[in-house]
């Protein structure tokens, strides 16, 4: 077994896998990996600095998994075999998120797959322009 590092920090103490998109939020994604991103306790759960209560850590996470979903989805509409390849999830699930989405001549528009991923609100910049404001 390998052993796992804080994100943040380096270290090795305690760590534990946050889900950058929720079980709640988007249960499909549960098994994905690109929602995964190991941090330790502090930066995990810890009421000042930790990514559940600090919205700049939050939305860190958030942005890289919604750039890496724009980066790998790169056609307009999206056959079911490539959105399973870039979230690599196994068919049952992929099933489950794609069921809600509307196809267009056997494909799924992008922006549709990449905003139920993002459980149906993506990052924008005034995300962080209100970090901003709020200093």
Do not use: W
């Not at 995990?44 to 724009?70: A, C, I, P, S």
């Not at 999206?78 to 959105?83: D, F, Q, S």
């Amino acid at each position: 077994m390998s052993e796992k590092y804080c994100n943040e920090c380096g270290t090795s103490y305690g760590v534990e896998l946050h889900h950058i998109i929720s079980r709640k939020q988007v249960k499909p994604l549960e098994d994905c990996k690109h929602v995964f991103v190991y941090l330790c306790y502090k930066h995990h759960r810890d009421h000042k600095t930790g990514v559940h209560f600090n919205r700049k850590l939050y939305l860190k996470y958030k942005l890289q998994f919604q750039n890496y979903l724009e980066s790998h989805f790169l056609k307009e509409f999206l056959t079911r075999e490539e959105i399973k390849e870039v979230l690599e999830i196994k068919d049952k699930p992929l099933d489950r998120l794609l069921s809600s989405l509307i196809l267009h001549k056997g494909k799924y528009a992008r922006e549709d797959v990449i905003f139920k991923c993002m459980a149906y609100k993506k990052v924008t910049e005034e995300d962080f322009l209100e970090l901003e404001e709020e200093k």
